[in-house]
T-cell receptor
Framework: KAGVTQTPRYLIKTRGQQVTLSCSPISGHRSVSWYQQTPGQGLQFLFEYFSETQRNKGNFPGRFSGRQFSNSRSEMNVSTLELGDSALYLCASSPGQRLEQYFGPGTRLTVT | GIQVEQSPPDLILQEGANSTLRCNFSDSVNNLQWFHQNPWGQLINLFYIPSGTKQNGRLSATTVATERYSLLYISSSQTTDSGVYFC?????????FGTGTRLQVFP
């Protein structure tokens, strides 16, 4: 089976812009979760989607949002980018909640 | 919320040495995973281990959920083992990551 894929792999944006990141899960997996990794805060949970519904949300401002499509592919959006949003954004897929998660290669976002 | 602490934070080894990485968590968890993050940022699954012991080649892991800790053993380390090792626990249906152990293996 193909692994989790994320696009784009690298992105440079300017403060105030918005960005959309995409994640395609492993075939058959219905749960998709997003994480942010920064040197200062480590790996932090953003949100989880299952069957197009957000089931869990981490402690991030409303500028961070996401959605999941009927084919389980997911997107996350960050509006009004700030310098502190520069990070590695990781997506993970799982057959269901609390089951083993498999991560994609990540999207490295730089905000200037 | 739950605290997940890993020790040691940094580890430097010569090729062929053995090591033990520890993960302590402050509350009960549903499940636990160990990952290796390579220099390109990819998180590679090592173990999915809510309790008991598992082995995969030179690596093995033990989780004692009742005592709230897990251990990752690396034997006969190789330079390709270098990177950051994370444990992550499921609590309140979220995967919470530890702070990581940075391992450097020199030839």
């Amino acid at each position: 089976k193909a692994g989790v894929t994320q696009t784009p792999r690298y992105l440079i944006k300017t403060r105030g812009q918005q960005v959309t990141l995409s994640c395609s899960p492993i075939s058959g997996h219905r749960s998709v979760s997003w994480y942010q990794q920064t040197p200062g805060q480590g790996l932090q949970f953003l949100f989880e989607y299952f069957s197009e519904t957000q089931r869990n949300k981490g402690n991030f401002p409303g500028r961070f949002s996401g959605r999941q499509f009927s084919n389980s592919r997911s997107e996350m959006n960050v509006s009004t980018l700030e310098l502190g949003d520069s990070a590695l954004y990781l997506c993970a897929s799982s057959p269901g909640q609390r089951l083993e998660q498999y991560f994609g290669p990540g999207t490295r976002l730089t905000v200037t | 919320g739950i605290q997940v602490e890993q020790s040691p934070p940094d580890l430097i080894l010569q090729e062929g040495a053995n090591s033990t990485l520890r993960c302590n968590f402050s509350d009960s968890v549903n499940n636990l995973q160990w990952f290796h993050q390579n220099p390109w940022g990819q998180l590679i699954n090592l173990f999915y281990i809510p309790s008991g012991t598992k082995q995969n080649g030179r690596l093995s892991a033990t989780t004692v959920a009742t005592e709230r800790y897990s251990l990752l053993y690396i034997s006969s380390s190789q330079t390709t083992d270098s990177g950051v090792y994370f444990c992550a626990v499921y609590n309140t249906d979220k995967l919470i990551f530890g702070t990581g152990t940075r391992l450097q293996v020199f030839p």
